[in-house]
Structure formats: C-alpha cells, structure tokens
C-alpha cells in the first residue's frame, strides 16, 4: 500500500497542477496554502501572502452585503458556503468569482481548515449584467417620465453595472444666443460604503464650459471614454479633490442624440483599471437610447413650461383673446374676454365661429354690428367694436390666421382691446377744445368788435367811456379764463408735486381770505362764526386760500339781489373721516337745480344760463382739483332760488396721530 507521506505528496502534486484556483485557510480565514492557479487568476505570490486573512488580501468592498454575510455566518459556524464576489487581483483590477469553500478535518477527525476554490464567472456575470443593466434601463425609461426620477434612478444602474461607486449627472445648459455651454452637477449617486465628499462638494461648486476641461471636451467630442485621473489636467480643481477622495478612474458617459447633448454621466472608482472597450461599447449605444428618451422628456417638459407661461401672460393680460381650432370651434378664451363681454365658459364651450359672430353681434347695437371673424383676418388694421352690453364698451378686434412653421394652418386668434377709456378721453378732449374755443371766442368778439368801433367811428366821449370799460371787462374776462386754465393744467400736470402740504392754522387763512375779498366793492360782510380752539389742518395755504376766495366769489356773484353771506366751522365724527374740518360758505341767492348741481365741476360750465354773472365757468373746478390734492373733498347743497351751501372738508393734524397702546 501507499505509504501516508507518498499520498500527501502525490495530493499537493495534483492540487498544483490544477488549472482551478485553490486555497487552504485556518478556520479563521488566514491563508495556509494555495497553488499555481490561483497566482495566476489573482496574480499574488503565496510567500507574501501567507497569514493574511483571504478577503483583506484580495479585498471585496464591492461585493454584495448579502454574500459576506454569508460568508461571516457560515465561517462562525463552521459550514461550506457557495458565494459570487467581486475580488481584486494584485495588479488592482476586479473580476468575479465563484467561491466554494468546504471545511476539511484532520486525521483525529477535527475541523481545522477550508478548502476554497475559486472559480473565474468574470465573463458569465458580465453577460448577465449586460442583459440585466439593459432590462434595467429599459424599464426605467418605459416606465419613468419625469427627468427628476429618472436621471437618479439611470445613475444608479449603471453606477452598479460598472462597479463604480461614485457617479455625478453633468446638466448641459445651451444658450445658443451666447455660444457657450454650461455643465452643472444636477444628480449624484453615492453607492454604499464610498466616501467622496470632497469631490462631490467639488462638483457642485464648478461648474464647465463647453471645450474647456475634460467635461467640456466631452461635450464637443460626444463619445463614451474611460480615464485615469492622475493624467487629467492638475489645474482642475475637481479632479484634484477626487484625487484627494482616492479616486483614480472616471468613465464620461455623453448622453447624445442627434440634435444635442442633454447630459454627461460620470462615473468614478477608486481602482485604477479602466473598463473593457466591450463595455464603453455597450454604454456609447446605451447612451444613443436614453438620449431620445431624454431628449423627449425635456422637449415635454419645455412645451409644459411654454404653455404654463403663456397661460399666465393671457390670465394676467388685460387684453381679451380668443383662439378656434382648424375646425372652427373655440378652444380658449382667457378671462379678460369674458369679464369684457359678461360671458361665461359654458356659454362658450364648444362654439363655432359662426356662433361666436352672433353672441357678439347680440352684444352690440343693430346699427354698430360686427363684421364676420372670417372677413377680418389679416387685414392688418383692426376693426372697431362698439359694444351696449352688459355696459358700453369699445373694443378694437385683430384677428390673425395660426400657422405652424411647416405651413400647416391650426387655428384663428382673435385679439380685443378694451379702448373704452381712450374714446371718452378723446371725446372729452374734443369737448373741451371745443368749449374752450367757444368760451375764448365770445370776450375776444366783443373786444375784436368794439376796438373796431372805435376805430372806424367817432363817438361822445360818455358813449366811448362805455365802449372802453366793455373792452377792459371782456379782456378781463379773458385774462382770467386764460389763467384758471393754466392753473388747472398746471396742477393736474403736478399731481401735487408742488404742494406743500403741512399743519396749519386755520384761522389767520380764512381771515385774511375774507378780508381780501371784502375790499372789492360789495358793502356785504361775510358773517363768521369759527370757535377758537380748532386744531391745525393739513393744507398748502397758498393752494386753499385760492380755493376758499373761488367760493366766496361765488357766493357774492350768484346772490345779486343781495342776502346774508354765512362762513361756518363744522367738525365731522362719522367713523368714516374722523379728524376733519369743514369751512361752510352759505349764501341766499340764485341756488341750483339738480340737474345744474350734478354738472357744477364740468369745465366752463355756469349755473347762470343768461351770461349776465360775470366768470369762467373753471372756478369749481379748480377747488375740487386742489382739495383732492390735499386730501379734502368738496359737498354742494343748493336749493333752487333759496340758495347754496359750499363746504370744503379737511384733513386735520391730530388724524394721523396714532393713540399710544393702553398701559
């Protein structure tokens, strides 16, 4: 028989020359033993590498957490066990492997070793990760629609197919208008057990133009490339911050289609060997696909964006606007147009052209009725609207054909502007040139025809003496038309900025007013009656006592046959304008009927229809101009032949003094 030595001898032969890869360790996992094979699957040599636990040899931070748990069970239990692991050869590539480790005894029968033996499944797990990666990815971009989402959850994929634990999503941003391209960190992916703050930090605080660096240069040369870190350029400041993490290979991934590119994918390992060319192969096509995935995703998310906003500029738009289909059927209106026209939605649902022709002419008068929208398109000019329901409204209509770049017809708009205010301004304006002209003309008449007179007649001195005090009462007249109508341009012009508002007394303005016009000829005295603790107002004292002097002008000339003339403090307590003063001019004359009290502050405008009170019809105006200015009002009462009450309302001081919080 053989002896026990000749066996063991012939047994350590054959585990030498076998082509697997085995392995003996103690119970605790330190290397004893392994043959040929396994130095050249792993390239480590068994004289530096006995006593070393086997997975700290070939380290395995890139395995699965399940099969070292595995391992460490199983090992503490002393039990065989069958795992796949991704374990480091001594020149620092990866590769996977199967481990079968069984417990082997001694001649007494104990355990005291494993036998491992490993087997290289690199190719059988790259052909499966390939098919699994792109069922992956597959279902991802089957499924995901939203870029937020789906860009995560692509890093991630591919982050594992690679093995590389660290991966960073490079937006591009193109601005066609200026050229340049930016690249920004929009995602990143940190797989479990990596640490590479410093470089993710890096990436978001740098961002690349398009040919600068290695990114940039990936965008202007989109291919899929694997480099070493330590060669890329030491100016960088994020390769150096990688460098420092202990990262030393970067796969740039241009996510590319036809037309753009819309990302950079870049993935980052702390091993030094790049990836096959097979597998930059299979992510350059697979980067072909997610790019027309992405591509369309961000064309929806542009067209969304594009409809968000112009729905927000026709909602905030004051202009109506009305859109129908190829078909003829309307298919928006935003708000404006239906608080212009009182219509609602349901009543626009689903209308043709025709239809919409009729509800607007229904909103118009039978003389002012619209033309069809199908003889208004693209005249260029718009047409005028002149609509008496819900309210009188003019509108200008512009209607114009949609067209699609390619030519194809889509639809009509219709564009209305709401021109109501502009009209009236127009018509008020004519209005008051006309007026104007009209009220200018009659004192330069008579000036014009008596200097005429005088020129071509000869009269009595008494008669000429007439003739002259007509001529200076009509320029007069005149002067002082023209002056109110500068000061009432002047002060609308200024909107108050020459105002100088501030607490003041009362008292002393309106004694010196009074005095001012009781001096003019009329032996009437104004009756007044103003207590003697009124508080300050707010007012411009020039600006008032213009004011004041243009009532009581009009109190003395609209009571010609004489009659009291009464000025009066009043206090109003109503929770409405608390802290307000009241100067009340009263007098017994003409007074007015409703109908010329409504129209006493229109421009030219004189209660006296026989012309025989001297004015200009400008002088209410003018005090209702600057007591609104001063944040005042003016309150009329009159009685037709019993006379008229003029109150001019003020804000006094102490109404924007704030009471002090009770204690």
């Not at 002056?483 to 100088?500: Q, S």
Request: hydrophobic share 40%; net charge negative; proline share 5%.
């Amino acid at each position: 028989m053989m002896q026990a030595d000749d066996l063991l001898g012939m047994l350590g032969c054959v585990a030498e020359s076998a082509s697997e890869a085995l392995m003996v360790t103690d119970l605790a996992g330190q290397i004893v033993w392994f043959n040929h094979g396994f130095e050249r699957l792993s390239g480590h040599q068994l004289a530096s590498s006995r006593g070393r636990h086997h997975l700290d040899l070939q380290g395995c931070e890139q395995s699965t957490p399940s099969a070292l748990e595995t391992i460490r069970r199983n090992s503490e239990q002393t039990l065989p066990y069958v795992v796949d692991l991704v374990l480091r050869r001594a020149d620092g590539g990866n590769y996977w492997a199967r481990l079968d480790a069984r417990p082997l005894k001694d001649q007494a029968g104990a355990l005291r070793w494993y036998l491992l033996c490993q087997k290289d499944i690199s190719r059988t797990r790259e052909r499966q990760s390939k098919v699994a990666l792109q069922q992956a990815i597959g279902s991802q971009l089957s499924t995901n629609n939203q870029l937020e989402s789906l860009v995560p959850g692509l890093l991630s994929s591919l982050s594992y197919f690679l093995g590389y634990p660290v991966a960073v999503a490079w937006e591009v941003h193109q601005r066609p208008w200026v050229g340049d391209v930016d690249l920004r960190c929009q995602h990143h992916q940190l797989n479990a057990g990596a640490c590479a703050s410093g470089f993710l930090e890096a990436c978001r605080a740098h961002p690349h133009l398009k040919g600068q660096g290695r990114l940039g240069q990936a965008w202007a040369t989109p291919a899929v490339s694997a480099t070493r870190l330590e060669d890329a350029p030491a100016d960088d400041p994020i390769v150096r911050a990688a460098l420092k993490d202990g990262l030393h290979t970067s796969v740039l991934m241009p996510v590319r289609s036809s037309r753009r590119v819309s990302y950079i994918f870049e993935f980052c390992s702390f091993d030094t060997t790049p990836p096959k060319p097979s597998v930059l192969e299979l992510l350059d096509n697979m980067a072909q696909s997610i790019a027309l995935v992405v591509d369309r995703l961000l064309d929806e998310d542009r067209i969304h964006r594009l409809m968000v906003e112009f729905d927000c500029l026709f909602k905030l738009s004051s202009d109506g606007f009305v859109m129908f289909n190829k078909e003829g059927i309307r298919s928006y209106a935003n708000p404006a147009f239906m608080q212009m026209t009182g219509l609602s939605r349901g009543q626009l649902d689903g209308i043709t052209e025709a239809q919409f022709d009729d509800i607007l002419a229904g909103l118009c008068s039978a003389v002012h009725r619209p033309a069809a929208i199908s003889d208004r398109v693209d005249l260029g000019e718009p047409d005028r609207i002149e609509m008496s329901l819900p309210r009188p409204t003019v509108l200008m209509r512009t209607v114009r054909e949609m067209v699609a770049p390619h030519g194809e017809r889509i639809g009509r708009a219709v564009y209305l502007r709401d021109v109501t205010k502009e009209t009236e301004v127009d018509r008020m304006k004519s209005e008051f040139l006309s007026t104007a002209a009209h009220e200018l003309r009659t004192p330069m008449v008579s000036v014009h025809g008596f200097s005429e007179l005088l020129l071509k007649r000869e009269f009595t001195d008494e008669r000429r003496k007439d003739i002259y005090d007509t001529i200076h009462r009509q320029s007069k007249l005149l002067i002082n038309m023209v002056n109110e109508l500068l000061d009432l341009a002047r002060i609308e012009a200024r909107a108050g900025k020459d105002f100088h508002i501030a607490a003041t007394p009362l008292q002393p303005i309106i004694r010196s007013t009074v005095d001012g016009i009781q001096g003019l000829g009329d032996p009437r005295q104004v009756q007044m009656q103003i207590p003697s603790d009124l508080p300050p107002v707010l007012i411009d004292q020039e600006k008032f006592a213009r004011a004041l002097m243009n009532v009581l002008s009009n109190a003395y000339k609209y009571s010609p046959n004489g009659g009291d003339i009464q000025l009066e403090i009043l206090k109003r307590a109503d929770s409405a304008a608390q802290g307000s003063l009241g100067v009340s001019v009263i007098d017994h004359g003409m007074g007015m009927t409703p109908e010329q009290l409504a129209r006493v502050f229109e421009r030219f405008y004189r209660a006296d229809p026989s012309c025989n009170i001297p004015g200009t019809g400008l002088g209410m105006c003018l005090v209702q101009e600057i007591l609104s200015l001063m944040g005042g009002e003016v309150e009329l009462r009159s009685t037709h032949g019993q006379g008229t009450v003029v109150t001019l309302w003020l804000r006094t001081a102490d109404a924007l003094t704030v009471a002090p919080a009770p204690t």
